[in-house]
């Protein structure tokens, strides 16, 4: 009986702290709509601000974002798969490589500013990108790129090892049994590991800051080399540097809503494409 009660109030509190995470989460996306909503309209999507960002709309802040969160994952997302790979099935276990995967999760930790600054010495600065989309891709991408590969490790040692075992006894390779085996059966946990990675992207402020974004831009990019407008430094900027902050705060909030439900979007569409990977396989 006592075993019960231990493990009803282990029960209790588990769904205290999923109640009280909802009510959180639910609040501010319920303070972000209801801010958000009143500017959201066709105008405020697909036209250019004007008027020293107090009227018009967001559309280069969206495209950019788009760009930007797009160029770092073609980035990152392949070099972290393969040396995930790599570190998983074919690194000999030894100090070394022990050393590369502590060292691999604590760059999972070290500050965005950090990745900033590193963008801004070695993309704009030694490679003279300059300020642009190929330079904060680059540094997002290597931002998120030491999560990228914790989660493929992580799905990558998820699959059983009789599944390898059964490949290679029929006659393929390592390479084989990784590429039509081991890939996809851990499809679905890399997928987890890039959703998280979107989201981060898209909401980053300060390594774009040094390496990407501008304050104000009528056009849209051009090129690779050229700067853009993002969302997450236009609410900054909207916030702090400007200067009618009654029609600048409500834009604020518009593009923070637009920025959510673009996280919120391209999140539910990885796990569409994560589920559908998940049944074909159990199929």
Not at 23 to 30: D, H, V
Not at 60 to 65: N, V
Not at 107 to 136: C, D, E, H, Q, Y
Request: with cysteine.
């Amino acid at each position: 009986m006592k075993k019960d009660n231990i493990q009803n109030l282990g029960f209790l509190v588990l769904f205290l702290c999923i109640v009280i995470t909802l009510f959180f989460l639910g609040t501010i996306i319920f303070f972000v709509v209801v801010r958000g909503a009143k500017v959201i309209s066709l105008s405020f999507l697909f036209e250019a601000p004007r008027r020293a960002m107090t009227e018009g709309g967001v559309a280069p802040a969206i495209i950019g974002t788009f760009y930007l969160t797009l160029g770092a994952i073609i980035f990152a997302l392949p070099l972290g798969v393969a040396c995930a790979i790599y570190l998983c099935e074919y690194s000999p276990k030894s100090f070394v490589v022990n050393i590369i995967r502590m060292s691999i999760n604590n760059l999972a930790g070290v500050p965005s500013v950090v990745f900033g600054l590193f963008g801004l010495a070695v993309f704009v600065k030694f490679f003279n990108f300059g300020v642009s989309i190929l330079s904060g891709s680059l540094t997002l991408g290597i931002l998120v790129l030491p999560s990228i590969i914790s989660a493929s490790q992580e799905a990558l040692l998820a699959v059983p090892r009789s599944i390898r075992e059964a490949s290679l006894s029929l006659g393929a390779s390592s390479w084989q049994t990784i590429k039509k085996i081991v890939i996809p059966t851990a499809l679905p946990g890399i997928l987890t590991g890039v959703i998280l990675s979107i989201g981060r992207i898209a909401g980053e402020t300060a390594p774009i800051m040094f390496t990407a974004a501008t304050f104000y831009i009528k056009k849209y990019p051009s090129s690779i080399f050229s700067e853009v407008m993002v969302l997450p430094y236009h609410i900054y900027a909207l916030m702090t540097e400007g200067t009618h902050p009654d029609k600048q705060t409500a834009i604020a909030y518009g593009c923070a809503l637009i920025l959510l439900i673009l996280v919120l979007f391209v999140s539910a569409l990885a796990i569409v494409i994560r589920q559908r990977q998940r049944s074909y396989h159990h199929a």
